[in-house]
């Protein structure tokens, strides 16, 4: 998502730092947010935790490729399961209309009808169109979905992106796709460890979070003009 947005709407001398900047940015808003879970919700005395760890070791060339080789079919995995299928039914939802009749105008389709229902939630943030909501509710499903969803919603043509955001507005999608619910396996995790209750109020604080970050990024974007 990075390489696709940062490559579209930056210049090139500034992508690698538009791209470490959201990776640093990350990490301030996860110590940020741990500290403030640390003087609320889990204020108190820490409980002792030792755990023993293993010697630091150059890794051989064999583990390396090994360690790549897994996370490379981990990858292929999922884009042969959940990108797939949620391809699929983009593609399904953005030809018919409600009445499953073949349309001429993807504003016509079932998908514009269902991104255009949320699309008001992000007009302050700068991307009010209902094909940037849109993808933004398949990344619920795996963030690589907003990449096959953008790609097929402008037809493979990634140079009509310009006609989605504007540089401020892409990168304040960005940040926003950075901080909101990773993915639906990720609340499945925090589900079994920690409860319903629990993962449902992580899913909401963290879109709740994403939005409030996101609408100040784009706020002091537009005071210094970049708008």
């Known amino acids: 998502i990075y390489t696709m947005m940062i490559s579209a709407f930056f210049p090139r001398r500034y992508r690698a730092l538009a791209m470490i900047g959201l990776y640093l940015f990350g990490i301030l808003c996860g110590i940020l947010y741990a500290v403030i879970l640390k003087v609320s919700r889990f204020k108190g005395e820490p409980v002792p935790f030792v755990m023993e760890l293993p010697n630091y070791r150059l890794p ?94 402008v037809g493979g043509n990634l140079a009509l992106l310009t006609t989605l955001f504007t540089p401020l507005a892409a990168y304040t999608f960005l940040v926003f796709v950075l901080l909101y619910t990773p993915c639906v396996m990720a609340i499945i995790t925090v589900r079994n460890e920690l409860g319903g209750k629990y993962a449902a109020v992580i899913v909401v604080l963290q879109c709740v979070v994403a939005w409030i970050v996101a609408f100040i990024v784009h706020g002091i974007g537009l005071l210094l003009g970049l708008g």
Do not use: Y
């Open 60 to 153: 051989s060339a064999k583990s390396v490729v090994h360690l790549i080789w897994e996370k490379a079919k981990g990858f292929i995995q999922k884009a042969f399961t959940i990108i797939f299928a949620a391809s699929i039914v983009i593609w399904f939802l953005q030809t018919f209309d409600v009445r499953f009749n073949v349309v001429a105008d993807q504003s016509q389709s079932m998908l514009a009808g269902i991104g255009t229902i949320f699309a008001p939630i992000f007009e302050p943030l700068g991307f009010g169109d209902w094909r940037a909501a849109t993808a933004v509710l398949t990344g619920f499903m795996a963030k690589e979905n907003v990449i096959s969803t953008i790609t097929q919603l």
